[in-house]
């Protein structure tokens, strides 16, 4: 079958202009929300054009945008590819602190992108100007002020031509810009909207993902504007302060697709059970779960939580992708899982479906995109057959070409038209499996162990903060040892005690070290990701030796 190239969009810009019927509804915290209709986001990305021109931005060049509120990001953004401009998405700071690593981000950033200008909040400007010295430093208020100048013409751009560089904060090291074009960009809107989500004009999207991270941008702005479909949009702090808010804004406006990362419907659920609001979600029809490892048991506590409230069966739909590779490159219609034997898993690096108690379950993140393709490779790079666990590998029309002005990254990940995605995983039935990262695989007494396996025992436990929790291997004296590090909410006494009796019996581990720290100290990405190599890192360097002793001073002998 011969596929037409979709359109890139560039040029639909002129088709969201005329767009009055549907837009997007920006939902503040104070409860004052407000619209805006395709047509009027586009007459502000005019304005910021005129305001990006007449400063003498060009296309080709690069513009970093740190991501605010959505209201001022998404015109900001739609301007930047108007004007043929290289985007640089950028998180904003975290939420309490951490400013200072936030300012060698950006720095990082800095030097590798060569940025022409950069856009940020006023509030930030102290700290960018000082971050990125000599960077032209631009504000959204002077961006969306009309100039009284005649709107300047549309760049006239390629599909080839740069969209935006994601960049991927990565465990150690500099970041690196994923160069995602407008044909990337194209093939994977289509996949996603087309194929994966069959997307009608009556669709509601809701979103609260950050906007600078790939799920957030592409999944939730640039493919619904490519399709105009009607989006709400919370922050995340506000999210993540108040995690019933997200499906209150299903409820309310009767959203028909919505994606979160795993620790997002544990965090909801465990919420909701201690503060239940009233909801209905039966508009419901796909609930996408990707970013990170799915845990099953997770899944079906939600699904249990919230079918009395309407939530219809089979609306869960796991994914999976990665910056490299635009956005997803698989989805799963209806979440199921698969049983494998563990042993055979650990030891042999087999996947054998195995019914017997104790077997590790799987969740399937579905088959492979049409005009994509997905393999497993060995160590050496040779492809696997079915069932092998091995590094999951990724072609298509989705796959950038590689990143920005680093080409010993480029050589190492995207080898011979694949993309080695460093996820480890298998294909059974045609659809993919993901285990973990190979770099976090804990290696101990010839078993090789799945990071997450460990966290989502110590996450079944009271007072244990869902996806804050980061078990990595250190080396012992004759094979490597387990480390496992928590953030709690309050004091839980004898709770390091309980994780290591949950693991022994359970998993038959022997834990080198626990560690109960304060809230906010398990190094994250700016997307939520747990780094667990730079908790290793932090652990060995001593970083939770001072706090760990507070802790457990505080503790009654
Ligand atoms: C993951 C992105 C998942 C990511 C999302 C499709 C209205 C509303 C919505 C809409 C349209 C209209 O994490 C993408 C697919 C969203 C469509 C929304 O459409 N990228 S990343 O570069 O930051 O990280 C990639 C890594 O994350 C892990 C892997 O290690 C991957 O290399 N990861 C997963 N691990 C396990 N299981 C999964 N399912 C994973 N997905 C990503």
New binding site residues.
Partial sequence: MKHTEPTPLYALLDAIERCEERGHTYLASGGVSRQRSYAELMATALTVHGQLNARGLRAGQRLAVIAADASSFIPTFVAGVRAGLVLVPLAPPPLGGRQQSYAALLRQIAGVAELHAIVAPESLHTLVAEAMPGVPLLGYDELHTPTGQPTPAPAELTPDDTCFL?F??GSTGTPKG?IVSYRNLAANTRA??EH??Q?TPR?????WLPLH???GL???VL??LA?R?E?VYLSTSAFIKNPNLWLDAISRHGG????A??FAFAYVAKHYLRRPVPLHLGSLR?L???????NPEVLAEFSRCFAPLGLRDGVIA????????T?????SRRWHTLAIDRHACEAQRRALPCEAAGALRL?S?GPAFPEHAITVLDAQGQHLDAEAIGE?AVRGPSVSRGYFRNPEASAGNFVDGWLR???L?FLHGGEVY????VKDLIIVNGRNVCP?DVEWLVETLPGVRSGAVAAFAVPGAATEQVVVLLEARGQERGLEERIRERLAEEMGLTLHDVRVLPSGRIPK?T?G?VQRAKARGEYLAGSYDVEHAEASAEEPA
């Fill in positions: 994601q991927t904060s994923v996603i909207m994966g989500l997307i669709d509601v999207g809701v979103s991270h790939d799920m592409i999944g939730k493919a619904p399709h479909t989006m028909t697709i919505s994606f990362p795993n796909v996408g779960c990707g970013a990170e490892p799915i796991p994914s999976y992708g990665m910056a490299e590779a956005l997803a490159v698989s989805f969740v993140c999951i995605t460093g996820d995983g993901i285990c973990g990262r997450q990405t997307s990701k």
